[in-house]
């Protein structure tokens, strides 16, 4: 196999024309160099140097070889100095503060830590679980560096981070599907108005035609959970939000097949923050609400 440091030295070959010189350049004794030069042909499987009285001449395979071999030089170093850069701007921003979502908090946000120290090792990371409205207006005023939000207009990038699928939650075993036309025969326990995954919804429910039967409306995340496990109605919301809940056999689940909607969560970030830092999160974040 090919490796960095024997490119190094064939190129060093290369351009003194000398092994002695070479190993005078790379430091190291002429003996070592020149097996790592046979081995070099011995694995490539062709002749890369001819051997004249005063030194020696690269071969037309060599030249081959090169060419590729400064393309996979210039390259590594490219890397190296990214990797610098990245590293040193990591060092001088020192801490992030990221707000998380409820939901984010509860289901990601152990994993976040984790992949964050292994990322970033010479990084401080504060997460606050925060809602929607909150994390906004603390981003806005620089209280937060980044924050997970559902509202689009506050959004950084140009994809989301992820876009959840809404289905019909119960504390009872569901049917396998609803259609969207049925949640109006259901006695439903949503957020309020200022909500914005109950705004889509509403919007969704006007354009149908269809009226809901709302029983009840609850702000907050934690408070809508355990109204619906204390039967109280059903909900249309992610399951992302009731992860444990699902699991934990405290709640059903049911997709509904027609709605297209979901709940798409979204980055923002500060204007006085690095953007560059911001977009290493958003790839941090999106990998982690991916899965495995």
Do not use: C
Request: overall charge neutral.
């Amino acid at each position: 196999m090919l490796d960095i440091r024997r490119l190094k030295y064939f190129l060093a070959v290369a351009r003194s024309g000398s092994m002695a010189a070479a190993a005078r350049e790379l430091n190291i004794a002429q003996p070592a160099l020149s097996h790592h030069t046979a081995e070099l042909e011995r694995l490539t499987g062709v002749k890369l140097f001819d051997r004249l009285p005063r030194g020696v001449r690269l071969t037309p395979a060599g030249e081959v070889l090169a060419g590729h071999a400064r393309q996979v030089l210039e390259a590594v170093a490219v890397a190296e100095f990214a990797m610098r850069e990245h590293s040193d701007m990591i060092r001088q921003v020192g801490i992030v503060r990221l707000g998380l979502l409820p939901s984010w908090q509860t289901n990601y946000g152990e994993e976040i830590m984790k992949l964050a120290r292994l990322r970033f090792p010479d990084l401080k990371l504060t997460i606050m679980e925060v809602r929607n409205e909150e994390a906004n207006r603390l981003v806005a005023g620089g209280e937060l560096d980044i924050a997970t939000t559902l509202d689009v207009e506050f959004s950084r990038f140009e994809r989301p981070l992820a876009s959840e699928p809404m289905v019909v939650l119960s504390n009872r075993p569901l049917k396998p599907s609803y259609r969207f036309a049925e949640l109006g025969e259901l006695d439903l326990v949503l957020t309020t108005m200022e909500h914005p995954t109950r705004r889509l919804l509403e919007q969704e429910t006007a354009r149908r035609g269809i009226s809901l039967r709302v029983v009840l409306e609850i702000d907050g995340h934690t408070a809508l959970k355990n109204a619906v496990i204390n039967g109280l109605g059903q909900a249309v919301y992610t399951t992302v939000a009731v992860r444990q809940e699902l699991e934990a056999g405290q709640l059903f689940a049911a997709p509904i097949v027609d709605y297209p909607g979901g709940r798409a969560i979204y980055l923002a970030h500060a204007d006085a923050f690095d953007h560059r830092i911001a977009g290493q999160f958003y790839h941090l974040l999106t990998s982690v609400a991916a899965g495995p």
